[in-house]
């Protein structure tokens, strides 16, 4: 407790000095959940009727808040980048404006669309067109990544049964690089191994979209793909990313 509640404080100094802000991957229809709107704007069911995009929205204004108070500012802000897709954006953008930003200001949400390519079939077809809880800038999780002072982190959920439908997190070889191995690649023994000494699933940390990135290794990222990046024009130092499956 006496880790967390450092790290708490950290992760809210970072967000109250501006160095962080959040990145979400919401591109994709919510086809799964029976809608062709973007899967932000789908009501999950809760009493209050709220979309998934309030929920995050909300909890980015907490956690501004939080901030300010732990750091006695004025106002701290917490940019937020969405990144949506030629069937999205249009939907996300009128989405956000009929609610008025759900509290936040409009000039801290930047939506920007994702390219697209072609889907390609087993035999080299091309594919014609005619689908949790996640905490967004958790101050810990935050505090967490700047004390070990790594460029990438993830969260991760333990599987609920073996077959469930999620990647997991793997270590390929013996003191290899982890690597995340979806569902539909991971052998039905292996999905079903139990480690002996834990009694848990061999592969039971499944990946959950929510990782942690500082702007340095997202830049050397972009620049192995071009030679100019967006990111290195900005002032922040870590981004948060979160992608809904």
């Known amino acids: 407790m006496d880790h967390k509640e450092r790290w708490w404080k950290m992760g809210l100094k970072a967000v109250s000095e501006g160095k962080l802000a959040v990145l979400l991957l919401s591109g994709g229809q919510g ?11 789908f009501n999950v069911g809760l009493p209050s009727g709220k979309s998934l995009f309030q929920l995050q929205a909300e909890r980015i204004l907490c956690v501004q808040r939080l901030a300010a108070q732990a750091m006695n500012e004025g106002s701290v802000t917490i940019h937020w980048y969405i990144m949506t897709s030629p069937f999205t954006d249009d939907a996300t953008g009128k989405f956000f404006e009929s609610h008025k930003y759900f509290g936040l200001e409009a000039d801290q949400v930047t939506f920007f669309q994702q390219g697209t390519t072609p889907c390609i079939s087993k035999d080299g077809r091309y594919v014609m067109e005619t689908p949790f809880k996640v905490r967004v800038a958790d101050p810990t999780f935050l505090g ?38 979806e569902y539909t690649e991971l052998d039905q023994s292996l999905a079903s191994a139990v480690n002996q000494q834990t009694g848990r699933l061999r592969f039971c940390w499944s990946n959950v979209c929510l990782h942690m990135f500082t702007l340095d290794f997202l830049n050397q990222m972009a620049l192995r793909k071009t030679a100019s990046t967006i990111w290195r024009r900005k002032k922040f130092h870590l981004f948060m990313v979160i992608q809904w499956v």
């Open 31 to 41: 086809t799964r959940l029976g809608s062709s709107d973007p899967k932000g704007c």
């Open 144 to 181: 967490y990544f700047i004390d070990k002072g790594v460029a990438a982190a993830a969260k991760v959920v333990r599987k609920a049964y073996p077959q469930e439908k999620v990647g997991v997190f793997v270590r390929r070889g013996k003191g290899g690089p982890l690597t995340v191995v």
